[in-house]
């Protein structure tokens, strides 16, 4: 048995090599992604009694792993360490396709040779709350698999908790099935997780950085529902995508300026200003939809620079959903359209197993499409998320190869 395989050289089903190739991130590295993701040769990792080991044929890259490489806001390696962990390396990636290559002794959902894909919600089995069955995204043990965990989908093998494992929709390539899990479940939970505020047929949801991974999945789900999407981007070049992936109008945020934190509501002139450019998006949402329509739903990422916006824009008894502050931390709202409308400002993070599996089911059915943007070799990881930290990415999701040795193969057509 070799110690150490290349990619795509196919160890033995079941058979573990020592050692492996993985992407890392270490804190005297942190900035730039382009500098800070570097290749090297870590041990493949032991597995836990509730653990699986994945063969990672692709993977999906995300925002998180931008974060992970600043090591801004969060140093994940020192809290790692800080939580009893040794290793000073952080071996990311939070979306994958692949084969389950181990499981651990207590492993029943999934064997050896399954093929899957791997959502990112990782708890502690032992976790109170978790063993009293609450949706266990509202536990104290939770964690992003491939962020805040170690041995994610950016190696040759991957470490996850069994029940993350979801059957691998067999219609997709690796690549397809390998980039949208994280995006999908995200933004499935935001939009069908929160009732009675789940997309219900022909309700308008608003939809920022649409041409996003997260907004065209937001876009695709929508449509897949029943719902109307009205998706925001930055350039008319990306409105065709928008529409192919089920936008039922676009508006271009950079025909405004009112973006930023709320201005101070007792200045008069500064606070006129704003809401003259608040009326005038919301007009031209409304003639986007071709409809004096106002989004029941807004789903929201980019915070401190829309979140103002997108409260005055929704309407009276909606709800504005969030899981990011892309744009900064600092929310700012007024709050009489909040409370005279009584509307709802939710937080949402990543999904449970249910969310995962209804996402993927959609997904495996034809009515959501994973939006792949484009597929990039192994050694495209850092200038991957280089792209996407500059916002130049390509619209959708993006893939790298990992063990697949070529483009389009994976699925059973
Ligand atoms: P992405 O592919 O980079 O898309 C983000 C979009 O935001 C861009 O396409 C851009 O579109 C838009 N945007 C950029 N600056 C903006 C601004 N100033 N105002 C309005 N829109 C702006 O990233 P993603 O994968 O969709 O992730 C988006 C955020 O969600 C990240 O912060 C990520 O970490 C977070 N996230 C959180 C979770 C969770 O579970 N909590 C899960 C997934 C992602 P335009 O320039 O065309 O407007």
């Given at each position: 048995m070799a110690d150490l395989y290349d990619l795509g050289e196919r160890p033995p089903l079941g058979e573990v090599p020592k050692r492996m190739h993985a992407y890392l991130v270490r804190q005297s590295r942190f900035g730039q992604p382009r500098d800070a993701w570097k290749r090297e040769v870590i041990p493949t990792p032991t597995l836990g009694a509730d653990e699986a080991l994945i063969y990672v044929m692709a993977s999906g890259i995300n925002y998180n792993n931008v974060w992970a490489a600043l090591g801004a806001p969060l140093d994940v390696i020192a809290e790692r360490q800080k939580a009893g962990e040794p290793e000073d390396f952080h071996a990311g990636g939070s979306d994958c396709s692949g084969v389950v290559w181990a499981v651990g002794r207590d492993v029943r959902n999934v064997a050896v040779g399954d093929e899957v894909v791997v959502h990112s919600g990782w708890w502690r089995a032992d976790d109170p709350w978790v063993r009293a069955g609450k949706d266990p995204m509202l536990a104290e043990s939770t964690r992003i698999w491939g962020y805040q965990t170690n041995y994610g989908s950016y190696g040759?093998?991957?470490?996850?908790?069994?029940?993350?494992?979801?059957?691998k929709p067999r219609r997709l390539t690796w690549e397809e099935a390998g980039c949208y899990l994280l995006c999908a479940s995200t933004a499935y939970r935001m939009l069908m997780g929160w009732p009675p505020h789940v997309v219900e047929p022909g309700d308008v949801v608003l939809v920022w950085g649409a041409a996003g991974g997260l907004g065209s999945l937001a876009l695709e789900i929508t449509r897949a529902v029943g719902g109307r999407a009205l998706a925001v981007v930055s350039d008319d070049a990306k409105k065709k995508f928008c529409l192919d992936h089920g936008a039922g109008g676009v508006v271009n945020r950079s025909q405004f300026a009112h973006w930023g934190p709320l201005p101070d509501t007792k200045d008069a002139k500064a606070y006129g200003e704003w809401a003259k450019g608040a009326r005038a998006f919301g007009k031209a949402c409304w003639d986007a939809l071709g409809e004096r329509v106002s989004p029941r739903l807004v789903f929201e990422h980019?915070?401190?620079?829309?979140?103002?916006?997108?409260?005055?824009?929704?309407a009276t008894g909606g709800m504005v959903v969030i899981c990011a502050g892309t744009t900064g931390y600092n929310a700012t709202l007024d709050l009489r359209y909040h409370w005279m409308r009584q509307k709802r400002f939710q937080g949402s993070h990543l999904s449970n197993d249910a969310q995962a599996a209804a996402v993927t089911k959609l997904v495996?059915?034809?009515?959501?499409?994973?939006?792949?943007s484009k597929t990039y070799g192994f050694d495209d990881i850092p200038e991957c998320h280089q792209l996407m930290l500059d916002n130049k990415h390509p619209y959708g999701n993006m893939a790298v190869l990992v063990n697949a040795t070529k483009p389009r193969q994976g699925a059973a057509r």
């Open positions: 040759q093998f991957a470490r996850a908790q069994a029940h993350q494992c979801v059957p980019p915070g401190e620079a829309t979140l103002p916006t997108s409260v005055f824009v929704c495996a059915e034809g009515k959501v499409d994973p939006c792949l």
